[in-house]
């Protein structure tokens, strides 16, 4: 993390009531035995646990200290006294992948009852960083993951625990491979945490598309105005975003209407954390204004900024407004992501 920013930005927050409220991951490292007796006597759950691997050493690595191993026992715990969970594992090349993820895998899946998912997300390296042992994934390693997920799920095909398995969406971006379908992501347990949240926006986007068509077809007369439209996004939201678009003007296209308005993307690189940081939620205002500040906004009847990019008090994580990225003379619009909203705004 860069300095100076607000506070509350710094807290490493392991508190299992903030997990099962709001979905934070933990590691389960700090719990007393009293946590453990309220977490079953209340049945706080679900929980959402980080554990990366099952080696002694390899966890010492990743969580850098040597108390760790306490938490795999607590999960034990906690799976024994019927609590559910949904595990993530933060994979990092060379660290625990290959067959230490063969072994975490092997068993989540064989020796645990109540897990209901196991995400599996790739290692966040910001400039910042001093672990010199953490290396990015890129699309030859995100391609080879892909393919060993396939052949270990063809490999222990018996086992009903493998369904349960899922890759974030980055992985899929970073190899070129197209998103699993909607339905393979059953409940989409953990879409806060980027797994499934392109395939339920698409999914969305073909949901919406026809009902706003035959809203657009009914109000055609009142409808005569023209729009440009710049979208902002990320370096990895582009992908979503530009099959989102192709798909609603093929859509129009069929239905005969005329497409009046346009619409351009806008990538945003993140330079204020730098690394392989390339998700939409993490730009900073900073990013954005840098990057608007080049173009022609006159061309533009409004700009589009997606609303995870704020927090619940209207911060980005450089602490920017709404206000301050309006001064940039332009019709700044946040957008709720959500299909529906975005069609509405370019039909």
């Not at 797994?195 to 986007?205: H, M, P, Q, T, V």
């Amino acid at each position: 993390m860069p300095k100076e920013l607000r506070p509350s930005l710094y807290i490493r927050d392991d508190d299992y009531f903030q997990s099962y409220t709001h979905g934070n991951f933990i590691t389960l490292t700090n719990l007393t035995k009293n946590d453990i007796e309220n977490i079953i006597k209340f049945k706080i759950e679900p929980l959402y646990v980080s554990i990366h691997s099952f080696n002694k050493e390899i966890r010492n690595k990743l969580f850098g200290n040597n108390n760790n191993f306490s938490a795999l026992e607590n999960l034990k715990i906690l799976d024994k006294n019927k609590v559910r969970t949904n595990i993530q594992i933060v994979l990092c090349p060379g660290i625990n992948d290959s067959k230490d993820l063969e072994n975490t895998l092997n068993n989540l899946t064989r020796k645990f009852k109540r897990i209901q998912s196991i995400g599996i997300v790739p290692v966040g390296i910001t400039r910042y960083n001093k672990n010199k042992d953490l290396k990015s994934y890129d699309k030859h390693k995100s391609l080879s993951l892909i393919e060993y997920l396939r052949k270990y799920r063809l490999k222990n095909i018996d086992n009903k625990n493998i369904k349960k398995i899922y890759l974030s969406d980055e992985f899929y971006i970073m190899s070129g491979k197209e998103f699993p379908y909607y339905s393979d992501y059953g409940r989409f347990l953990q879409i806060q945490n980027g797994i499934g949240k392109s395939a339920d926006f698409l999914n969305e986007i073909k949901n919406c598309i026809q009902k706003k068509i035959k809203l657009w077809i009914k109000n055609k007369n009142n409808n005569n105005t023209y729009n440009n439209i710049l979208i902002v996004t990320s370096e990895y939201g582009i992908v979503v975003l530009e099959k989102a678009l192709r798909f609603i003007n093929a859509e129009k296209k069929s239905a005969n209407i005329p497409i009046k308005n346009t619409f351009e993307i806008a990538v945003v690189r993140n330079k204020f954390f730098g690394g392989n940081v390339k998700v939409t939620g993490l730009l900073t205002g900073t990013d954005i204004i840098n990057t608007l500040r080049v173009k022609d906004l006159t061309k533009y009847n409004r700009v589009l900024i997606p609303d995870c990019i704020f927090n619940k008090n209207g911060l980005t994580l450089d602490d920017y407004k709404l206000k301050d990225l309006e001064t940039l003379d332009c019709s700044i619009k946040i957008i709720r992501e959500t299909a529906c909203t975005l069609i509405s705004l370019i039909l």
